[in-house]
């Protein structure tokens, strides 16, 4: 199957900070990819979707001003976290979606991020 | 009443016992059903998609939808310590990409 990447797989920073996280689709190339945040023992929970040459659209409830989406290629997106507080402290997963033979848009998921601010 | 409803476990079972995941649903428009398995600290991967009620099987795998009851299965035959891992149902409407996902259950299977 198709393969996304994410870097860094973890980071811990400081209360204040921001923490950039890319997530790259290595071997297809992605128009569309997807955010989640996955607290522990939640599911995984979509904060945007990030469109390649156009602004990214949030769910609701997630401040686009504190979750920077750029989507600079087509097959790289980055998510900032600006000014990082405890609370954001959570598992980040990206996916992109692919055509393909079998289901429709079929999403492949990057191994997550794991973000603590201390 | 929440989009889907999946029991988080844990379950717990011997090798070799057949387990039987669940969850239901109240959005008449997710056309697609799927499961996704996901180990600690890892991104889900694909299990199996359906998107018509009844069985699907692909080898110790078998999903099961029930449209009218708006209720998922994913069954997994002779569990293996490999299949560790949590286990998320999720859903796609027609027409779009966002997936809804289930809480997921953590299954651990015991050699």
């Known amino acids: 199957g198709a393969v996304v990447s994410q870097h860094p797989s973890w980071v811990i920073c400081k209360s204040g900070t921001s923490v950039k996280i890319e997530c790259r689709s290595l071997?297809?190339?992605?128009?569309?990819m997807f955010w989640y945040r996955q607290f522990p023992k939640q599911s995984l929970m979509l904060m945007a979707t990030?469109?390649?040459?156009?602004?990214?659209?949030?769910e609701q409830g997630v401040e686009k001003d504190k979750f920077l989406i750029n989507h600079a290629s087509l097959t790289l997106s980055t998510l900032t976290v600006t000014s990082a507080h405890p609370e954001d402290s959570s598992f980040y997963i990206c996916?992109?979606?692919?055509?393909?033979?079998?289901?429709?848009?079929?999403?492949?998921f990057g191994p997550g991020t794991r973000l603590t601010v201390l | 009443q929440k989009e889907v409803e999946q029991d988080p476990g844990p379950l717990s079972v011997p090798e070799g016992a057949i387990v039987s995941l669940n969850c239901t649903y109240s959005?008449?428009?997710?056309?697609?059903f799927m499961w996704y398995r996901q180990y600690s600290r890892k991104g889900p991967e694909l299990l199996m998609y359906?998107?018509?009620?009844g069985n699907k099987e692909d080898g110790r795998f078998t999903a099961q939808v029930d449209k009218s009851s708006k209720y998922i299965s994913l069954f997994i035959r002779d569990s293996q310590p490999s299949d560790s891992a949590t286990y998320l149902c999720?859903?796609?409407?027609?027409?779009?990409?966002?997936?809804?996902f289930g809480k997921g259950t953590k299954l651990t299977v015991n050699p």
């Open positions: 996916s992109a979606p692919t055509s393909g033979a079998g289901l429709r848009n079929e999403q492949f």
């Open positions: 071997d297809f190339q992605a128009t569309t």
């Open positions: 990030s469109n390649e040459g156009s602004k990214a659209t949030y």
């Open positions: 959005n008449s428009a997710f056309q697609y």
């Open positions: 359906t998107y018509s009620s």
């Open positions: 999720a859903y796609l409407q027609g027409g779009s990409e966002k997936l809804v």
